[in-house]
């Protein structure tokens, strides 16, 4: 079965720098997520990208963050200068979409980023 | 706004004894309801969704509009349900809003 994948499993990172985390969605999906889940807190939806723009987003997803689909398979959140409170798990997700259909969203494994 | 509560951070039944996660909601519209499970070192997955009803791994869950509820339940728990469940709600917009999540912990 496919799976939405995502790497690193686990970055640290110094406040100010720049860090890029990976996803590989489902390969005929259309509809891309990233969420994020601070330790001992609920999960959080970021942001929402669809047909190569963003849909949806979040009062967290400020200017620091972006989101990218830099080729037919990557989907690509950056954070420019983390800060402390960046420190969480960031969940990826995708889901197909068809007429008036809504399917399911798949999870990644998550990505760990531990920010110094 | 769209919220999801779940007021239980932990529950703990011995095994073949009955399961009741809650989960209550507020949205104006028609939201659609989930409840996804990590189990232990794995990745989120969608345990059942209100507009299929069906009963998957023997747990099910309906949508009550008038108590805006979406408790989940299981007649008789499992070692192996053990995990952290999350109630979801996905209204405008499509994008998943969730509850805290609920430890559900299976004793022998």
């Known amino acids: 079965e496919p799976e939405v994948t995502q790497t690193p499993s686990h970055q640290v990172t110094q406040m100010g720098q720049e860090v890029i985390l990976r996803c590989v969605p489902i390969?005929?999906?259309?509809?891309f997520y990233w969420y994020r889940q601070i330790l001992g807190q609920k999960v959080e939806f970021l942001v929402s990208?669809?047909?190569?723009?963003?849909?949806?987003k979040s009062e967290i997803f400020d200017d620091q963050f972006s989101v990218e689909r830099p080729d037919g398979s990557n989907f690509t959140l950056k954070i420019r200068s983390t800060k402390l409170e960046d420190s969480a798990m960031y969940f990826c997700?995708?889901?197909?979409?068809?007429?008036?259909?809504?399917?399911?969203?798949?999870f990644g494994p998550g990505t760990r980023l531990t920010v110094t | 706004a769209q919220r999801v509560t779940q007021p239980e951070k932990l529950l703990s039944v011995f095994k073949g004894a009955p399961v009741e996660l809650k989960c209550n909601y507020s949205y104006s519209g028609s939201p659609e309801l989930f409840w996804y499970v990590q189990y232990s070192r794995q990745r989120l997955q969608l345990l059942l969704r209100?507009?299929s009803r069906e009963s998957i791994k023997g747990f099910t869950a309906d949508l009550n509009k008038g108590e805006t509820s979406f408790h989940l339940k299981k007649p008789f728990a499992q070692e192996e349900d053990s995990a952290m469940y999350y109630c979801a709600l996905s209204g405008y917009g499509n994008k998943l809003v969730f509850g805290a999540g609920t430890i559900l912990r299976v004793k022998s």
């Open positions: 209100h507009i």
């Open positions: 997700a995708s889901r197909a979409i068809s007429g008036l259909a809504v399917y399911e969203q798949y």
């Open positions: 990208f669809y047909n190569n723009e963003i849909s949806e």
């Open positions: 390969s005929n999906h259309l509809y």
